[in-house]
């Protein structure tokens, strides 16, 4: 390959990168818990972060101190969320079945990531696999499934009739 078409490649992933952060700060944007917690997007080569700052009223145990596990767990799945959303090409606000959470170790009162790796996406529903970590991605605080529910669009839009 020549030179330019290693730069055309290079240009091309990161106009992609771009996009695909821009389409998960947006989707993130639209859900009010997550606003709330403070929730932000990052991104990496290629990688796609959500980052939650630290956050005095988000600590479970002011012993430790550490954060809530409700508030790891709901990382978890609005991380999984916006990741089978944003890969759906319908945009469609998937609903959790169900969610599992291993809480691996105790999350100290400090900011922390999260990245999500689709395991299926299928037409009506979608499996998450969810890493989070704080300071060394190889020593992660938690991690989580979630199953996801893809909803058709003709009862996506009777929703917005009824609404």
């Not at 089978?84 to 400090?110: E, F, G, M, T, W």
């Not at 991690?143 to 529910?149: A, E, H, I, P, R």
Request: glycine share 4%.
């Amino acid at each position: 390959m020549s030179k330019t078409d290693d730069l055309a490649q290079q240009r091309s992933r990161a106009a992609e990168s771009r996009e695909k952060c821009a389409d998960w700060k947006a989707l993130l944007e639209r859900i009010p818990y997550a606003q709330h917690l403070g929730l932000q997007v990052q991104c990496g080569d290629a990688v796609v972060l959500v980052y939650l700052p630290c956050n005095e009223t988000l600590i479970g145990n002011f012993m430790l101190p550490a954060l809530h596990g409700g508030v790891v767990g709901a990382l978890i799945e609005l991380t999984a969320r916006v990741a089978a959303q944003s890969k759906d090409r319908d945009k469609r606000c998937p609903r959790i079945i169900d969610s599992h959470v291993n809480y691996l170790r105790s999350a100290k009162a400090q900011s922390t990531f999260a990245s999500a790796e689709i395991v299926r996406q299928g037409r009506r529903s979608s499996l998450v696999s969810v890493t989070c970590w704080q300071n060394d991605k190889s020593k992660p605080i938690a991690s989580g499934q979630v199953q996801l529910l893809l909803p058709t669009i003709a009862a996506e839009q009777e929703e917005l009739h009824d609404s």
